[in-house]
């Protein structure tokens, strides 16, 4: 299967400050996906990527706070913006690699805390 | 009320026990049916996956499907205590440009 990396795989930031996440995948993909999970929870699907258009953002989640970049077909930012407390969650990426509609695989995550 | 519904953990067995692990759903329209192992400070791993009512086998693990009674289940035979994680059961709808919806995830640990 499809080797997902992200990078970075932690980091502690400052509340205000905001931090891109990046994601490779070591074949060419057409959607990327970017999840959120938070201690003890279940994932919550931030945004679709496709290349070449913009990403598309699930409810409760805005393009200022979450912006996305997908420049080609095996890669991805996620960036979240003038970070609080409240953002502090793993963040994941994910791809279909066998085509749409298909199961995803993850990446190993981001582990992000705000102080 | 949500969509998929997990059976909550955490989950504690011997070594050697066998395990069911279960979700129920209200989406007719799922198509996928998926389960999901993550370890601590690990992203999910896809472990099995099936789009049609019966059981899959892999090894230790079965995947059971029941579309009638909209119920799924993994079966972990002779557990063993490398099989501690985290277990996600998830659903993609054929309506839903292919989302994946999941539960919430149960923990399993197994005690040597």
């Known amino acids: 299967s499809a080797v997902i990396s992200q990078k970075p795989s932690r980091d502690i930031c400052q509340r205000g400050t905001s931090l891109t996440i990046q994601c490779q995948v070591d074949?060419?993909?057409?959607?990327m996906f970017w999840y959120r999970q938070q201690p003890g929870q279940s994932l919550t699907l931030i945004a679709t990527a496709n290349q070449g258009s913009e990403a598309t953002y699930e409810s409760g989640f805005v393009i200022d706070k979450f912006p996305i970049s997908r420049p080609n077909l095996t890669f991805s930012t996620l960036t979240v913006s003038n970070m609080s407390p409240e953002d502090s969650s793993i963040y994941l990426c994910?791809?279909?690699?066998?085509?749409?509609?298909?199961?995803?695989?993850f990446g190993d995550g981001t582990r992000l805390s705000i102080l | 009320q949500k969509e998929v519904e997990q059976d909550p953990g955490p989950l504690s067995v011997p070594e050697g026990a066998i395990v069911s692990l279960n979700c129920t759903y209200s989406?007719?329209?799922?198509?996928?049916f998926m389960w999901y192992r993550q370890y601590s400070r690990k992203g999910p791993e896809l472990l099995m996956y099936t789009y049609s009512s019966g059981n899959k086998e892999d090894g230790r693990f079965t995947a059971q499907v029941d579309k009638s009674s909209k119920y799924i289940s993994l079966f972990i035979r002779d557990s063993q205590p490398s099989d501690s994680a985290t277990y996600l059961c998830a659903m993609i709808s054929n309506t839903n440009a292919g989302k994946s919806t999941f539960g919430d995830g149960t923990t399993l640990t197994v005690k040597p």
């Open positions: 994910s791809v279909e690699e066998d085509g749409p509609g298909q199961p995803q695989h």
């Open positions: 074949s060419q993909v057409t959607m």
């Open positions: 989406n007719s329209a799922f198509q996928y």
